[in-house]
DNA sequence: CATGAATGAGCGTTCATTCAT
DNA sequence: AATGAATGAACGCTCATTCAT
C-alpha cells in the first residue's frame, strides 16, 4: 500500500523522444537559473515556465508540481559531481586522488554558489532519494586505500567531515565575491589533510603541493 | 542596477519603553519557533502574530515588514553568539581560548540546527548587517597571539576558514539526528587545529585533549 | 483524533459583530444568486466574492472554502424550511397541518426552483448535516397524530415518501415554467393524500379542499 | 438576450463506419462510468479520453465539446428508458401497462442511481432534445385509454405528475443506500395510483398487487 | 498605540481545447 | 484518421500589508 496523500514528487513522463528531453532541460534550465539569480522568492513555476518559453501546462505535463522541479534538479546535479567525483576516484595514488576529488567540490560549488547553497537548504526539506551517500562511499573507499583505522574515528566519519570540511570552506569562499580557484585549492587541501593527519595520526600524510 | 523602492529592512522604532522591548522579543521569539519547528513554509506575518500573540497591525508597528523580523532575528543570534565568542577569547592561552570558541559555535549550531540553517541562508538574500565580521575580527585577534605569519595565508584567511571550516563540521553534524557534543567538539578540533598546523607550518599547534 | 486531511468546512469565524454578519450575509446572498443565474459552472470564489462586492480575500476570512460556502447556503435554506414546516406542523387539525406544510414546501421550491435543485444534488456530495432529518421528524410526528400504522409501511417510510413526492412534483414543476401556486398545490394535495390512502387503507384519509 | 456564440453540441459527425460507432460506444462508457463512479469532479475530457482507451485528439474528432459528450449520454439513456418504456406501454390492459411502465422506471433509476441525478441535473442546465416528452406522450397515451377526463386536470398533466412522482420517489430511494426493488416498486404504485384516484375520482383505479 | 477586517496580487495547479505531426 | 504535446484562461486559495476603528 503507498503512502496515500503523499504528493507526487516523481517526474510525470519519462522524456522518451528528443523534443521531449529538450524540453525537461529547458525547464530544469530555467529553474537553475531563477534560483541562483533571483532566489527562492521569485521560484515560482509561473516564472520558471515563462523564463523556459514554454507554457504552464506543459511544465505539468512534466512536472507534477514545483517540488519535483527542485527534486529533479537536486539529482541532475548531484549526479554531475557523483560523475566527476567517481572518475577522479580513479586515480592511482590515493592522495592524488583525493586532490583531485576536492578540485571537484571546488569548482563545482565555486560555478554555482547560490544554485549549491539554495540546493542544499532544499534537499535538508525535501529529503529525496540522495546523491550524498554516493559521494560519501566513493570518498570512503578512497580513505581506505591507505588511512589506517587506528582511531576512535571510523571511515564514514572522517568522510562525512572532508565533506563537510569541503563544503564550509567553498561555501564560505562563495559568500565572497573573489576567490581565486587555486587559493581555494590550497587551503580545501590544508583543511583536508590537516584534518585527516590530527585525526588519524598513526599514518602519516604528508602535504600536497598544489 | 539601481536600487529604487529598496523595503524598509530597519525595525521601525527603537523600543524605548519596556513594554515595547517585551514586544519585539516575544514576536522575535514566536518567528524563531515558527522558522525553527515548521520551517520557512509556515513562517507568515499573521502566523507569526499570532503564535506572538499580538495583533497583526501591532507586529507592524515594531518591524515594517516580514523580511525585516528575520534581519532582526539574525542580528539578535548574532549579537548571542558574538557574546559568548567574546567571552571565552579572554581565555589566557590562545589555545585554550580557540578551544572554547570552538565550543562555543558548536554549541550553538546543536541547539538550534534548524533555525541556524535557515538564518544562514536568508543572511545571504538579506546581507544584513553582519555579525560575521565581529567574529572574525575576534578570532583573528586570537590567532594573532600567537601564530606567526610565515605563510602566504594572512590572518584574516585562516580566522575565514576556521569559521568555515567550524560551519561545515556543524552543518553537517545537524543534518545528521545523533551527534554527541563531545565527539562533535573533538572531531572539529581535529579539524580546526590541523588546518592551523597545515596552512601554518612553522608554529608548533598541539592537539587540545578533549 | 480528528480525521486528518478532511477539508475544513465550517465557517471559520462566528460572525461576532454586525459588520461581520452582514458581510457572512451579502456573500451568501451573492453565493445564491449565481448558482440560481448561471449555474454551477460559474459558481467559483472569485465570482462570488466580486458579486457579493467584497474581496477574495475577505470571503476567506468567512468561509474556509467554496464547498464551505455551498454547505451554508444549503443549511440557511434548510433552517428556514425547517421553520415555516414546524409552525405549519403546529395547527391542530392533522390534515390542515400537512396541507400547510406542503404549501410550504410548494412555496419554497416555487420560489427559487434552480436554486433548490443545485443544492439538493451538492446536498448528496457533501452530505452536511442533513436538515431533512428534521422535517421527516415533524412530518412523522403529523403522520403519528392520525394514522394508523395497520400497514407494512412504517411512519417512517410514509414520512420519507410524502417528503419525495413533494419534491417530485415541485421539482418537475419547477422545469416547467408557468404554474400557478393553486393549481401546484391542488396536484401535491392529490398525490400526497392519495398515496397515503393507498399506502394506509385503513385509516380514512378524506381530500383536502383548496 | 442574444445567443452568439452558441457552442457546437451536436455530435461531429455521424457513425458511418462501424468502427466510429464503436469508438463513440466506448467513449461514452467512460464517460458514464466516470460520472457515475467519481462524480462531475472527475469528469474531465481528458479523464474520459484515458478510460475510453482513445486519445484525446480522437475524443474531440467525435464530439465537438465536453458537453456535447453529456448530452449524447443524456439522449443514449434517455433512448434506452423510452424503448423500455414504448414496449411496457403495449401491454393490453392499461394498468398492468402503466405498472410495467413505473416499473422500468424503477429499474433504471435504481440501476445507475447516482448517474441518473446527475444527467437530470446537466440535463436541466443543458436543456438538450429532451426524450421526456416522448416518454410524457407515450404515458398520455396509456393514460387516455380508461381515465376519464372528467376533471380538470387534463391527461398531460396527469402523466407530468405521474413521472415527477415516481422520480421523486425512486431519486429518495437511490439517496438511501438499500431499497429492495419489490419494496420500491410497491411504494411506486401507491404513489401512482394513489394520485390518479384522487386527481380523477370519477374511474375507478384499482390497486396493483405487485 | 492596538486591533483585526479588508485587500488583492500572485501563487500552484487543472483542464478544455487546438494543431503539428 | 489518430495522436498527444502544447496551450493558457481560469480556478481555489494564501499572505504581506494597510487602515478605519
Same mark, same amino acid.
Given at each position: ?65 514545483? =517540488?519535483?522541479?527542485?527534486?529533479? +534538479? ?9 560523475? !566527476? %567525483?567517481? /572518475? $577522479?576516484? *580513479? ?28 540546493? =542544499?537548504?532544499?534537499?535538508?526539506? +525535501? ?9 560519501? !562511499? %566513493?570518498? /570512503? $573507499?578512497? *580513505? ?51 584534518? *585527516? ?14
Amino acid at each position: 500500500m503507498p503512502s496515500p496523500r503523499k504528493k507526487q514528487l516523481q517526474p510525470r513522463k519519462r522524456p522518451a523522444q528528443a523534443r521531449s528531453a529538450e524540453t525537461v532541460a529547458v525547464i530544469l534550465a530555467a529553474a537553475a537559473h531563477i534560483l541562483e539569480r533571483d532566489g527562492y522568492s521569485q521560484y515560482s513555476t509561473n516564472t520558471i515556465a515563462k523564463r523556459a518559453g514554454v507554457s504552464i501546462g506543459s511544465l505539468y505535463q512534466y512536472f507534477p508540481g514545483k =517540488d519535483a522541479i527542485t527534486i529533479a +534538479l537536486i539529482q541532475q546535479e548531484g549526479t554531475r559531481v557523483v560523475r !566527476a %567525483i567517481e /572518475e $577522479a576516484s *580513479l586515480i592511482g595514488n590515493w592522495q592524488d586522488a583525493l586532490i583531485a576529488m576536492i578540485d571537484v567540490a571546488a569548482r563545482h560549488q565555486i560555478a554555482r554558489p547560490a544554485l549549491a547553497r539554495i540546493l =542544499d537548504l532544499e534537499e535538508s526539506r +525535501l529529503q529525496p532519494e540522495n546523491s550524498k551517500v554516493e559521494i560519501l !562511499a %566513493i570518498l /570512503e $573507499a578512497v *580513505l581506505k586505500r591507505r588511512l589506517s583505522n587506528a582511531t576512535h574515528l571510523c571511515h564514514r566519519t572522517l568522510a562525512v567531515d572532508v565533506v563537510a570540511i569541503t563544503r564550509g570552506v567553498t561555501d564560505m569562499a562563495a559568500e565572497q565575491d573573489d576567490v581565486s580557484l587555486d587559493d581555494l585549492r590550497h587551503r580545501l587541501d590544508c583543511a583536508v589533510f590537516g584534518y *585527516l593527519a590530527r585525526a588519524c595520526p598513526t599514518c602519516a600524510v604528508f602535504p600536497a603541493e598544489t
